[in-house]
């Protein structure tokens, strides 16, 4: 049986555009499951982005702490090594004096072990 010619591309026609209409799901899905992809490394670039910003404070707070704490203990041993001289050296002059107490210097001997008599 003969058909013609219009019915052929009637036929024809519709199965182009079901293929069309297929074609524009397919596309879609992938767009939308590109988005997806695009969105997911997005949030991933801004996550590690934020940590290793809130390292580098961290770091930068850790180093003040040192320093700061180095410092401390700088001015530290500084002031006692102030305070020992100041104690060493008591006289303003810069002479040692002598203490002072009751007795000659060349007072009674002093009392120590002699282990090689």
């Known amino acids: 049986m003969v058909q ?3 019915l052929l591309m009637a036929h024809f026609n519709v199965e182009h555009s079901a293929q069309m209409s297929r074609d524009a799901i397919a596309a879609a ?3 939308a499951q590109g988005q997806e992809v695009v969105q997911e490394s997005v949030r991933r670039t801004q996550r ?3 940590s290793l910003a809130a390292a580098e404070v961290r770091k930068v707070r ?3 702490e040192d320093e700061d704490g180095g410092r401390r203990r700088d001015q530290e041993r500084e002031e006692q090594k102030n ?6 050296h008591p006289g303003d002059d810069g002479e040692v004096r ?3 107490g009751e007795g000659s210097p060349e ?5 120590s072990f002699d282990f090689y008599a």
């Open 98 to 100: 002598e203490p002072k």
């Open 48 to 50: 590690v982005q934020a």
């Open 107 to 111: 007072g009674p001997p002093k009392k």
């Open 4 to 6: 013609p010619i219009s």
């Open 83 to 88: 305070s020992f001289r100041a104690s060493e």
């Open 62 to 64: 850790r180093r003040d």
């Open 29 to 31: 899905q992938q767009t």
